[in-house]
Each structure stands twice: as C-alpha cells, then as structure tokens.
C-alpha cells in the first residue's frame, strides 16, 4: 500500500473552477449560474478560457510540486509570473502520462512556429481520446498557442489574474473551511478502513486499480470538483488524487434548502434510460460501450447518462490500469438518498 499524505491548499480549485465553470452541465451546475460569473471577465479573458481550457487541463503536478508554504491563488499567480512566458505551457501542461512523441510534437511547434500535417494528425489523436470530445477550433488553438508560447504564456497569466480579482478572490475565503474538514474526515477514515475503502468513501463509488501499483499518495480536497475527482500519476511511484469534499447540502452556486444531491438523485432516476442503466449494472459491471450495445444507443449518449448518475452517486466505477472504465450499481447510493429525502420531510422548515 502506498504512503498517504495530503495537501489542503485552495490554489488547486482555483483552477479547477475554472473546468466546472465551462462545463456546468458535467458537475451538476445551472448553465445560466456559470455564465453569469464567466460574464464577469472581459470579452478577451472570457473568449481566451473557452478556447485554451480543453487542452490546459488542471495543473495539478505543478501545483504540487510548488515549494511554497501557502498555496492560495494570489501565491500560485506570483510563482507563474516568475517563469519565463515562453516556458510557462511546457511548465505547466507536461506530465508523465503524456506521450513523449506528442511532447515533442509540441516542442517542435514551438521552435519552428509551423505544425507539419503528420504533427497535426498526431494532437488529433490525442485531442480525440479525450474523455470529452473537446470542441471544434480546438486543435487550431492548440498549434497557435504553442506556435508562439511566450505569447501565449503572457495572455495566460493575464486572465487568470482577471478571473481572480472579478470571482475567485471572493470565492476563495469560504473554501479553506470544508478543505480542512475533507482533510479531518479522509485521516479518520484511513485510521478505520482499508485504503481502497477509504478511496471508495471519499470518492462516492470510485476504484482505481493504478493506487495499489503506486508507492506515495497525496490526497487532496476540493470543493469545486465534488463529487467527482482527479486522478495524475506525477511519475512511477507518486501520484495524486483529487477528491470532492463539499457538503451535499451545500451547492456552488449558494444557498438553497433542499439538499442539492437529494435534487440530483430523484432528477437521475426520473430518466427511463437512466433507470434501465441502473438496472443492467445491478446485475454485472458494464463498460459503456457494453451499455451502449445492450441500449442500443450511441456511446456519447450513454456516458451523458453515466455522469448524471455518478453526480447523484448511484453508480461505482472501477478504474482498471489500462484505462478501461467499469460501472456498477451503487446500492448504498440509492439508500443515501430515501435517507436524505426521510431526513428532508421530517424537518420542518425555517419561517
């Protein structure tokens, strides 16, 4: 079993914000909320995050790696203005699950300022085999960006520096809180349960075959990507994990008194097909394509399903070392939730 330390620091969902800014409907948040506060950035900010996020990612080996004694969003900004611009793309983006000939694809853009068509077909590929098919212009920005890095790198840090003075500053004071306690709440349970348990708990039905391949772990807390994770291998014996530490009662978006997850259930299984998935993972775990197959529907479709049904928490998902995802029914997922709605109506409500 690997060794487990953590990381309590709000820089890391400082950029992940951003992720769950500009895909609201992946994490279970109202379109109009998240483009109320994407339209607080000016119109070069805004239109520069929509085209560079599907390929920047989380910096999360970076942030890591960071040896600042606070890692909040105003220190991380100053530590990105110490690198050179041109150097802040390979700085940030490069990490060891990304394959060495697309890594040198990209550094060959970046000294000849040109992609020749065999590099193009190269970031295709792997733009393709993105989990979420990014969005069309995706890999011209791609090659523009790294066709002149040090362009790039400076527009980069000047809309993050806006995204943090027009939101993320104000943000950031309610984070440290429900951080601390994420942390206080994963350290009881690796005191009381197997590690791959504790992996299950703090992630709402997630296994991940590579952990038990790895020597030293940071876990690390983030309100912003609740309930879903983040999951890099920063070499062959270190690797970091993400997880959503926000109450269920408590949502982005603010206020409310209906227990958002209790929403986000009864909203999964109010779906015909949601329910028929449900019922084929009840009997064996199922690939999506598997899915795909038995629903007769297109594999995009039925991972849309899949997503509604892991932010509800009513599925479990194994995550095999070759990259294959599997799903089974979380039972106690569906026990949460007439717990919570029992919970729920016998509370009478505050006038």
């Known amino acids: 079993m690997p060794e487990i330390t953590f990381e309590t620091a709000t820089a890391y969902d400082f950029f992940i914000s951003l992720i769950v800014l500009h895909n609201p409907a992946d994490f279970g948040l109202r379109p109009s909320w998240a483009a109320g506060v994407r339209s607080r950035l000016p119109a070069a900010q805004r239109e520069f995050f929509e085209r560079s996020l599907p390929f920047l990612g ?9 040896p600042l004694p606070r890692k909040d969003a105003d220190s991380v900004l100053n530590a990105l203005a110490q690198i050179p611009a041109a150097e802040r793309l390979p700085r940030l983006t490069f990490t060891a699950e990304l394959r060495p ?7 060959e853009i970046a000294a000849t300022g040109r992609a020749t068509p065999a590099m193009r077909a190269l970031l295709k590929a792997e733009l393709d085999n993105k989990r979420h098919l990014p969005p069309p212009g995706t890999l011209e920005y791609w090659i523009e960006a790294w066709s002149n890095p040090a362009a790039f790198g400076e527009v980069w840090l000047e809309a ?9 500053r104000e943000e950031e004071s309610r984070l440290q809180t429900p951080l601390e306690n994420g942390t206080q709440q994963a350290t009881r349970l690796l005191n009381e349960l197997p590690l791959p ?5 703090l992630t709402r039905g997630v296994s991940i ?11 690390i807390p983030s309100y912003w990507s609740t309930p879903f994770i983040f999951f890099q291998r920063l070499d062959g014996e270190r690797a970091l994990l993400v997880f959503g530490c926000r109450p269920a009662h408590l949502s982005l978006a603010g206020g409310g008194a209906v227990p958002l997850a209790l929403v986000d259930s009864f909203k999964a299984l109010g779906d015909p097909t949601r329910l028929r998935i449900l019922r084929f993972l009840a009997q064996q775990p199922l690939t999506p394509a598997a899915l795909a197959g038995r629903l007769r529907l297109r594999a995009p479709t039925v991972i849309h399903h899949l997503n509604a049904l892991r932010r509800a928490g009513l599925v479990h998902i194994r995550l095999d070392a070759d990259g294959e995802r599997r799903y089974d029914l979380r039972r106690e997922g569906l026990d949460e939730a007439l717990t919570t709605l029992h919970n729920f109506l016998d509370t009478s409500e505050e006038s």
């Open 197 to 201: 348990q504790v992996i299950e708990t």
């Open 58 to 66: 989380v910096p999360l080996g970076w942030l890591h790696d960071l």
């Open 209 to 219: 075959a590579e952990i038990q391949q790895i020597r030293h772990l940071t876990l």
């Open 160 to 168: 993050l520096r806006a995204y943090h003075n027009l939101y993320f």
């Open 101 to 107: 000939e697309v890594r040198n694809a990209l550094l």
